[in-house]
Nanobody, 125 residues
């Protein structure tokens, strides 16, 4: 069984920064891409960013472009999310995710077959 484990969430003031990290536990596995989603209570899970190991391309939600940076290590299946200039509307539970086949639907949670348990990010105004 493969699990992803997030770390680095917490409470920060608006304008501040946080860095989230994600690493696998359990058996080794191969991934095509790893990314981050976020979800507020009662809302759908929302795409944040993804990194494709093939070519290293990255994609971001419009709401975080220029503020968040995704990076990772394909060999270790680890991924980080550097979040700068945080806003109160970034407050959510952030989930690490991975999928093991090529897909154009990188922004859809249904594409991902591995998930973490989530880490809370709270941005105070």
């Amino acid at each position: 069984q493969v699990h992803l484990v997030e770390s680095g969430g917490g409470l920060v003031q608006a304008g501040g920064s946080l860095r989230l990290s994600c690493a696998p536990s359990g058996r080794t596995f191969n991934t095509y891409a790893m990314g981050w989603f976020r979800q507020a209570p009662g809302k759908e899970r929302e795409f944040v960013a993804v990194i494709n190991w093939s070519g290293g391309s990255t994609y971001y939600a419009d709401s975080v472009k220029g503020r968040f940076t995704i990076s990772g290590d394909n060999a270790k299946n680890t991924v980080d999310l550097q979040m700068n200039s945080l806003k109160p509307e970034d407050t959510d539970v952030y989930y690490c995710a991975a999928h093991d086949q090529s897909s154009a639907w990188y922004f859809s949670p249904r594409t991902y077959n591995y998930w973490g348990q989530g880490t809370q990010v709270t941005v105070s105004s």
